[in-house]
Nanobody, 128 residues
């Protein structure tokens, strides 16, 4: 069974940076996409960024483009999300997700209840 384990959340001042990591285990797919979604209090879960196992470039939500960078370490089945110039509106629980046989852009279009695998989430709090 695929497991996703997130790390790296915490409290940061506005304008600061954080890096999230997600390690996947028990992968059996030839290709897949891994990415990040977030859910703020009282809001629906939304797409943040994704990257495909066969590519080095990420796909981003407009709200984070230019501030967040997603990258992967193939040998470790790990995906990192470098978050810079954080804003209070970035405050949310960030969830790692994995979708088999999918592109990064395709992952962004999948309904959250249709995703193959989810991590448990890590809280990011940005104070003004």
């Amino acid at each position: 069974q695929v497991q996703l384990v997130e790390s790296g959340g915490g409290l940061v001042l506005a304008g600061g940076s954080l890096r999230l990591s997600c390690a996947a285990s028990a992968l059996t797919f030839a290709r897949y996409a891994m990415g990040w979604f977030r859910q703020a209090p009282g809001k629906e879960r939304e797409f943040v960024a994704a990257i495909a196992s066969t590519d080095s470039s990420g796909f981003y939500a407009d709200s984070v483009k230019g501030r967040f960078i997603i990258s992967r370490i193939s040998a470790k089945n790990t995906v990192n999300l470098q978050m810079n110039n954080l804003k209070p509106e970035d405050t949310a629980v960030y969830y790692c997700a994995l979708e088999s046989y999918q592109s990064a852009q395709g992952m962004a279009a999948i309904p959250t209840d249709g995703m193959d695998y989810w991590g448990k989430g890590t809280l990011v709090t940005v104070s003004a």
